[in-house]
Structure formats: C-alpha cells, structure tokens
C-alpha cells in the first residue's frame, strides 16, 4: 500500500543518515497524513519532531536532511516545510498502481500487518439476559463490532465477548415474574404489582417452561423450581438476544457467562488476592477496596456484610480472567449511564498488577427518534427488533455510525427512509450500484476494465484525485482502527464516492472511439466499487449492485 511504502522509505532514509531514535523503530512509528492544502502535496509526515530530542537537532533541519536523501522513484517531488514537516507528491505511475493492486486484491486490499497480531478483546452489549435488546443497545452492538472489524482489518487477533450477567437480584426477579405468568397461564390470579418485570414477552417464555416441565413443575421445592425456572428463562433470553443481533450482523465468540465466575471459585479467588497484596480490608462485616489509594473519590464495596459478593467484585474477577486469558489491550463498551464506573475498575486493575493504560472503557451515547414514531412490538421499548422491521438492518447500522460515540445520535426515520442522494447510505450505495451498471453498459460495446500500460493514460487531475483517494484506503482502516472511530470510514467513503461522481460527470468513461482511455477508465471505475464494497463490508452493510 502506498502510505506504508512512503513511511518503509522515510525508515530507509532514517537508517542511512544514522537518526537513531527509539521513538522511530518501525514504518507505524512513522506518523503520514493528507495535507489539508493541496498544494503541499498528496501526503506529509511531522516524523522529524520525533527524532528532534534524540538526536538534538531542530525538526526543520531534519526535515532538510530526510528530503535529500529520499528515494525518489515513486516521488516527483519531495519537498522540506517549516516548521519539521516533509511533504511528497507522487508520480501518476505511484497512483496509477494502485489500481492493479486494487484488482489484484480485491477481498484482502485495505488489509495490513499494523496490530502485529497483538490480542485485543472487545466486550460490548452485554446486556442483562431478562429482556429484549433496546436501541441503545443496538448503538452499542454496532458500534462494537465495527471497532472490532477494523481492528481485525488492521492486523489484530480479535475476540469479541458479550458478557451475561446471569447472577444476582435480577434473576432471582427473572424467575419469580415467570413462575407467576406461569401460574397466570393455570388460572391462578396474579397481582401485576408483583412482577419484577412486567413485559408481556415473558408469557411467551412462561408458555413454553410449563410445555417443556408439565404443571409437575410447580408442586417442586421453591429452590429447584426457581433454579429450573430462571436457567431456562435465561436460556431462551440468550438465544433471542443472539437471534436478534445475528440479523443486525452481529455475532460474538464467547458468551461469558458470570455465574461460570462464581461457581468456578475466581470470584472469591481475586478477593483473596487483593486482601494479600493489602489492597481490600474488612469493616464492619463488608470487605472493601482501598480505592482512594488510587486516586478513586471513595472506598468500594466489595462484599457485603452478608456475604454477597458485590457487582463490583465479579467485575474486577472478570478483567482479571482477561488477562490471564492473554490479551494484550481490553476494550469495554459502554452505555453513558455507567461512565461513574470507569475511573474504579481502571483503579482495580491497576491495583492488580495490570497496566491501567491496557484497559480501554468506551462510553456510548445514548439514541433519541426524530420525525416519525414507530410501531412497538412490546407496546414499552423500542427494541433493536422494532428499528430492523421500519429501516432494514442496513438503513439502522449505518445510521448509528454517523456520529461519534462520544456524541447523542438523533436518529432522523424520516432521513432513514428516503431513496435519494439526500440518504448518506443511499448516496453511496448508489456509487457502487452506478458503478457496477456502467461496467455492465460498457461490456456491451466490447469495452472492458484494462489494467495494463492503458493506465499511464490517466493524468486528469480528477482521475488522479479518485486514486489519491483509493491509496488513501488502508491508511484510513488503520486510522480508523487505532482511533477506535468507525465514523472515520463513513467520512471517508463519502468523500471517494463524491470524487467518483466528479470523475464520471467531468470525463467520458465510455467512448468506443478511444477503447484504450475507456478501458484505464473502466479500470479505475472498478477498482472504486471494490474499494466502497469493501468499506461498507467493514460497517457491516451490503453493497448492492442494482438500486
């Protein structure tokens, strides 16, 4: 790729000159960014302000030196800029290439080595098995898989978690309101005041535990009933919720189970820890962590004087089986509503002997509706169900990657609904369609694609522009991977798609007359659906040929 051969030259030149530094020990060290003049060139690096300490020579003198001694043979200029930058504009050979490489590697370009196979987890969702998933939910699940996409795109080993907080009040709460729909179901009158959660999807579930266990059920003791009860109450929760996000283009490798933590002894196991490494201590009855030693602004419970282990408890358990699982940086997504948790649990693992800077807390905004009201399957909620059944689940993953996550999402339906450049999906949904249907006009004048010599014939400022643009691809997965910001990619095809559009109204791509420009045409034309395939692919939607 092209951004990754420019920082393997700055390396070589780096190395030839003897700039030593331990801030520059490999091309990712090596910072490359667009210009926001044009006139600066296609890409500049600030890499001399890195070097500058090391080497105790000012960036722009750097900068001079680097600029002399760089390879020229993809550059037709290498330029030194005030005050350490260097700036470099290719030669059309440099970008005409790229297109061969395009087609070359059409499932894999985008793709690079960046992570060096380092193990990252990403826990997201995890959402309590005791009800569907809402939209703010679906923010998050869309959200998280799309940061887990992209880090697998930039050379990760991902693995993505949903973590089921399957112990605690609330199933006790779970098992009791579906024993009484149960019981509602054989006749017995039920005081709706007595439901812990009061959604009429659990006559659903009460239905089919009084099928599957005969009214025998009841006539158990209140401990095995419930036991029967809440195990398979949260069984069928699971797998609708799985149901549910699986159609949302979201699957996850491990369902980690908190009751696993408890019964397998890790739970108290990491209280014993902290207690011997003086970072838990025992007051009246409870066991607390010392978190004001770690600059927490109070103490925190960690078991009750009762003896229940606290939420917090099986947490810091929980983080501390990541690591002893091996991965390297732990990313936790989160709804807003748990942003007071964050600075504790760092605190924790910190305490433990992990590095802190390892764990990585993501706080999702929450999703506000504009313009229509939706039809509700429950009659309470919007569920993640509810937004598939009125926009498809193309329309509803997109739209929540158009902002930040750091941002509210005002989710316009109305927006959402139209088939018109004024949709953002639909905008580029139609590139790629457009694309597809004039290669297709084209292969019935006998024009096809060419990626031979004919691209040497492709030195329009627009047509370099859109190249520009596609060497830009895997430099933007790798931005977009390491920010942890998917919106990025949406940025970032909006502006190929409009480059595109730009090309094919300005120039004529289909021209019998001259099949050889048609043909280097045709090529860049394909080389851009790949290209938007591929990105709309790493946001987990489709790319459609025909609209």
């Not at 900068?63 to 700036?87: Q, T």
């Amino acid at each position: 790729m092209v951004t990754d051969k420019i920082r393997e030259i700055i390396l070589d030149a780096i190395i030839k000159l003897g700039f030593a530094s331990d801030a520059v020990s490999g091309i990712y060290d090596i910072p490359i960014e667009t210009p926001k003049v044009r006139e600066f060139g296609h890409y500049s690096s600030n890499v001399p302000f890195s070097l500058a300490a090391s080497i105790k020579k000012p960036p722009y003198d750097i900068a001079v030196a680097l600029a002399a001694s760089i390879d020229m043979s993809m550059f037709e200029k290498v330029e030194p800029a005030r005050p350490g930058f260097i700036n470099f504009t290719l030669k059309p050979a440099a970008l005409q290439d790229v297109i061969i490489e395009i087609n070359d590697n059409k499932n894999s370009y985008g793709r690079s080595d960046y992570g060096n196979g380092r193990k990252v987890q990403v826990e997201f969702v995890s959402a309590n098995p005791t009800g569907p998933l809402s939209v703010g939910h679906g923010r998050i699940a869309v959200y998280g898989d799309t940061v887990a996409r992209l880090l697998d795109a930039a050379g990760f080993a991902v693995h993505k978690e949903f973590y089921v907080n399957d112990a605690g009040n609330q199933i006790n709460n779970l098992a009791s309101s579906v024993e009484l729909r149960i019981r509602e179901l054989l006749g017995e009158p039920v005081d709706p005041e007595q439901l812990g959660y009061k959604g009429e999807y659990l006559i659903a579930y009460a239905r089919e535990i009084l099928e599957e266990n005969g009214q025998a059920l009841l006539d158990k003791d209140e401990q095995e009933r419930r036991a029967i009860i809440a195990e398979s109450s949260i069984s069928k929760m699971l797998a609708d919720q799985a149901n549910t996000l699986k159609h949302f283009g979201v699957e996850f490798d491990t369902w980690f189970r908190e009751r696993e933590l408890h019964k397998s002894g890790i739970v108290e196991k990491t209280l014993e820890i902290m207690k011997e490494k003086g970072l838990a201590y025992e007051e009246d009855g409870a066991h607390w962590f010392s978190s004001t030693d770690f600059e927490d602004e109070k103490d925190r419970v960690l078991k009750k004087s009762c003896g229940t282990p606290t939420y917090f408890l099986a947490d810091i358990a929980y983080h501390r089986n990541k690591y002893e699982r091996g991965f390297e940086t732990i990313i936790d997504i989160w709804g807003a509503d748990h942003h007071g948790y964050i600075e504790r649990m760092k605190a924790a693992v910190g305490a433990l002997g992990f590095d802190p800077a390892s764990l990585e807390i993501l706080i999702v905004q929450f999703v506000r509706f504009k313009n229509v009201k939706m039809s509700k399957r429950l009659g309470n909620i919007v569920t993640i169900d509810d937004l598939i059944d009125e926009v498809g689940a193309d329309v509803a993953r997109f739209f929540f990657l158009t902002r930040s996550r750091d941002s509210h999402l005002e989710f316009d339906l109305k927006l959402a609904g139209e088939k018109s450049e004024a949709n953002p999906l639909f905008y580029l949904q139609y590139a790629h369609a457009r694309i597809h249907s004039l290669i297709a006009k084209a292969e019935e004048k006998n024009l096809r694609p060419m990626f031979g010599s004919e691209l040497s014939l492709l030195t329009d400022q627009r047509e370099l522009q859109l190249m520009k643009q596609l060497a830009d691809f895997p430099w933007e997965i790798q931005s977009a991977a390491k920010s942890r910001e998917p919106v990025r990619i949406i940025s970032y095809l909006s502006r190929l798609a409009g480059d595109f559009h730009a090309f094919y109204h300005d120039l004529r791509v289909i021209s019998p007359e001259e099949p050889l420009m048609s043909g280097a045409r045709l090529a860049l034309s394909k080389a851009t659906g790949s290209v938007l395939a591929r990105g709309l692919d790493f946001l987990g939607v489709s790319a459609p040929e025909s609209m």
